[in-house]
């Protein structure tokens, strides 16, 4: 069993930046591949990015390469997204969720056994 509480949402302008947090308790954190997805209104859950156990493996969805950054810190138990460049279609709640890291399905939300709440970000013109 693994709790996930994300936070760091809010209101931003485009252009500007914010940095979602992942805390992870229960179990040790290492072990699972973490990731983050998105959902706006009326729309699928997106898979955003993941990274592996060790931090050493990163993938990202096409649609935020070069803007997002994701990055755990495994002492703390503590997944990391860090958001720039936000442009208005980013603006959606934003959900971390964790696998076992030996799972190799990574994109789909049904590959997930842990969720957080979702924090919501909001991303004015």
């Known amino acids: 069993q693994v709790q996930l509480v994300e936070s760091g949402g809010g209101l931003v302008q485009a252009g500007g930046s914010l940095r979602l947090s992942c805390a992870a308790s229960?179990?040790?954190?290492?072990?699972?591949?973490v990731a983050w997805f998105r959902q706006a209104p009326g729309k699928e859950r997106e898979f955003v990015a993941r990274?592996?156990?060790?931090?050493?493996?990163?993938t990202y969805a096409d649609s935020v390469k070069g803007r997002f950054a994701i990055s755990r810190h495994n002492a703390e138990a503590t997944a990391y997204l860090q958001l720039n460049s936000l442009k208005p279609e980013d603006t959606a709640v934003y959900y971390c969720?964790?696998?076992?890291?030996?799972?190799?399905?990574?994109?789909?939300?049904?590959?997930?056994?842990?969720w957080g709440q979702g924090t919501q970000v909001t991303v004015s013109s």
């Open positions: 990274i592996g156990g060790s931090g050493d493996e990163e």
């Open positions: 969720a964790a696998q076992p890291d030996w799972r190799n399905n990574y994109y789909y939300p049904r590959a997930y056994d842990y």
């Open positions: 229960g179990r040790p954190f290492s072990g699972y591949g």
